[in-house]
């Protein structure tokens, strides 16, 4: 099934060491974000590509990067995490081939843990 | 500017019985409206969504909703709740002039408890 999908599910990393979480779809959808969810809260909107057109929200913190290096593929890179960054990371794609609002999919996430 | 507001942050039903989860929205635009689930350590799957059709949307597991824009709302509700039915929900609505993709805003999630 086409799908999108998260790898590790869940990712342990020390304080300040870097960590990267990756991201793949098989939808060939043009959209793709990261989100981040901290316990009981609502997904939060970290950034977004349009196909190669990086959109970061005013509110991300410079400690997170992302890249896009192709369609299908796209990893979120934590540079110096603190123990605040300990979340759920979700990603998500929409396709964008007609202006009638599309779901976003999501995948299952990765839960980032911070020693 | 557009947002959500979810009415109740846990709702407990009985197995068998009905349930209701209410969201109440603002938007300039038209707007567009989902219902996603999440369960535990999972991500978020759709439910339904409301795009400018029939105002009554049917979604999967036995979910539906009614677009009531009078009201501003977009409740969700199932005849007969099931013990699998146990997770938090979550209304958003999407601004359509958001460019080509789709800027979304989260309510802050209804958790469902359905007692045996």
């Known amino acids: 099934d086409a799908m999108v999908i998260q790898n590790p599910r869940y990712q342990v990393t020390q304080f300040g060491k870097p960590v990267t979480l990756s991201c793949s779809q098989t939808?060939?959808?043009?959209?793709m974000y990261w989100y981040q969810q901290k316990s009981s809260q609502a997904p939060k909107l970290l950034f977004h590509?349009?196909?190669?057109?990086?959109?970061n929200e005013a509110d991300t913190p410079d400690n997170f990067q992302s890249r896009r290096p192709n369609t299908s593929f796209c990893f979120l890179d934590i540079r110096s995490p603190g123990l605040g960054d300990a979340a759920m990371y979700l990603c998500?794609?929409?396709?964008?081939?007609?202006?009638?609002?599309?779901?976003?999919?999501f995948g299952d996430g990765t839960r980032l843990s911070i020693l | 500017a557009q947002s959500v507001t979810q009415l109740d942050s846990h709702v407990s039903v009985s197995e068998g019985t009905p349930v209701l989860l209410r969201c109440n929205y603002s938007?300039?635009?038209?707007?567009?409206l989902f219902w996603y689930v999440q369960h535990p350590n999972k991500g978020l799957q759709l439910l339904l969504k409301?795009?400018?059709?029939?105002?009554l949307v049917k979604g999967i597991n036995g979910f539906e909703a009614e677009f009531k824009k009078s009201e501003t709302s977009f409740h969700l509700t199932k005849p007969s709740a099931h013990m699998s039915d146990a997770a938090e929900y979550f209304c958003?609505?999407?601004?359509?002039?958001?460019?080509?993709?789709?800027?979304?805003?989260f309510g802050t999630g209804t958790k469902l408890q359905v007692i045996p």
């Open positions: 998500a794609t929409s396709g964008v081939r007609d202006m009638t609002a599309q779901p976003q999919h």
């Open positions: 939808l060939n959808h043009n959209v």
């Open positions: 590509y349009y196909d190669k057109d990086f959109n």
């Open positions: 938007s300039s635009y038209s707007p567009s």
């Open positions: 409301y795009t400018s059709a029939a105002t």
């Open positions: 958003v609505v999407s601004d359509p002039n958001s460019g080509g993709y789709q800027k979304v805003t």
